[in-house]
């Protein structure tokens, strides 16, 4: 990722792929609904499907396919992305049941806490160390956590599912350290033979809704490939673009967007203890954007400044 400064009309064109990346992701809460009758694993099934099919068009078009050899060359890698599309398959698979089952708001919160997530996994991981305000973001965020907890009548499940798989994919993503289109091709690939066997069983079963519900729905079914690939290109042109600290601020549109819907187009109520929790986690990611924005600064200037963790991923 680039973090230096870039010429003007490079940062506009960066800036403005970084909104449309994250836009995009965004909006996901009001383009999986219409996909039903199918059922959200009928909806991973095909994502999976469409999404390598895609993929491989792209990559063909592209003549890109040598940039598969870094992982087929190393079995360390294979099964790096193994795991890796285990993880996709959670994270894809939980948000996709939790958007369909009215559930936007929870799901929007495992994104708002995924970048929390992502710097506590980097102290586990990597030994990374946590500059002062980021510990105290961290801290914040686990009061949220327990408020949301009472205000749920739970834990809130979903929200740690998604931030917890999405964090880890990340950490994987990093050890691996291919091109981001790459690994999930061959993500895809790992999960599609596993993909179309679920398709076929649910033809059998008689309950599959590709091609026998209508025309729309089975072509939208097909878009998902197209739906999950493009924000993931329009992120990586951002990240070679702006700035990482611009990156981690952008971040905080996808979550944003998804929450708005909840509230006003799924009409999803919250108690007042969720709307406390909310503005905690919300407090937490001001105290965490602040730090990153501070230590960019500070690294550009060349002053002195805490070691940290900085990394930021495309919630793909």
């Known amino acids: 990722m680039a973090t230096s400064p870039a010429p003007r009309s490079s940062y506009r064109v960066g800036l403005l792929l970084g909104i449309?990346?994250?836009?995009?992701?965004?909006?996901?809460p009001l383009f999986w609904p219409l996909l039903e009758p199918a059922s959200a694993l009928e909806i991973l099934a095909d994502r999976f499907l469409w999404s390598f099919v895609f993929l491989a068009l792209v990559m063909t078009a592209t003549r890109s396919w040598s940039r598969l050899r870094p992982a087929l060359a190393q079995r360390r890698n294979l099964v790096l992305l193994a795991a890796a599309t285990v993880l996709i398959s959670l994270n894809w698979g939980v948000y996709i049941?939790?958007?369909?089952s009215g559930r936007v708001v929870e799901a929007s919160l495992g994104y708002f806490i995924n970048?929390?997530?992502?710097?506590?996994?980097?102290?586990?991981?990597?030994?990374?160390?946590?500059?002062?305000?980021?510990?105290?973001?961290v801290g914040i965020a686990a009061v949220a956590v327990a408020v949301l907890t009472a205000g749920f009548g739970g834990?809130?499940?979903?929200?740690?599912?998604?931030?917890?798989?999405?964090?880890?994919?990340g950490v994987v993503k990093k050890i691996v350290g291919m091109d981001p289109i790459a690994s999930?091709?061959?993500?895809?690939?790992?999960?599609?033979?596993?993909?179309?066997?679920?398709?076929?069983?649910?033809?059998?079963?008689?309950?599959?809704?590709?091609?026998?519900?209508?025309?729309?729905?089975?072509?939208?079914?097909?878009?998902?490939?197209?739906?999950?690939?493009?924000?993931?290109?329009?992120?990586?042109?951002?990240?070679?673009?702006i700035p990482l600290s611009t990156i981690g601020v952008l971040q905080y549109l996808t979550p944003t967007i998804q929450f708005?819907?909840?509230i006003t187009v799924a009409g999803?109520?919250?108690?007042?203890?969720?709307?406390?929790?909310?503005?905690?986690?919300?407090?937490?990611?001001a105290v965490f954007a602040f730090d990153g924005v501070r230590h960019a600064r500070r690294t550009r200037q060349g002053l002195p400044d805490e070691p940290g963790v900085d990394d930021v991923e495309a919630p793909v």
């Open 20 to 28: 449309g990346a994250y836009g995009l992701w965004g909006l996901f």
């Open 97 to 100: 049941w939790a958007v369909n």
């Open 115 to 137: 970048p929390l997530m992502v710097v506590l996994l980097g102290t586990l991981v990597f030994h990374e160390r946590l500059r002062r305000l980021q510990w105290t973001a």
């Open 155 to 169: 834990v809130p499940w979903i929200a740690l599912a998604l931030a917890f798989s999405w964090a880890g994919y």
């Open 184 to 241: 999930l091709t061959i993500e895809t690939a790992y999960a599609t033979p596993i993909a179309v066997l679920y398709l076929g069983w649910l033809q059998i079963q008689g309950t599959l809704a590709f091609g026998h519900s209508s025309t729309a729905n089975t072509l939208l079914l097909m878009l998902t490939g197209v739906v999950t690939a493009v924000p993931l290109v329009m992120f990586g042109g951002a990240a070679n673009r």
């Open 260 to 262: 708005v819907i909840g």
């Open 268 to 285: 999803e109520v919250m108690s007042a203890f969720q709307w406390v929790g909310f503005v905690i986690v919300w407090v937490a990611l």
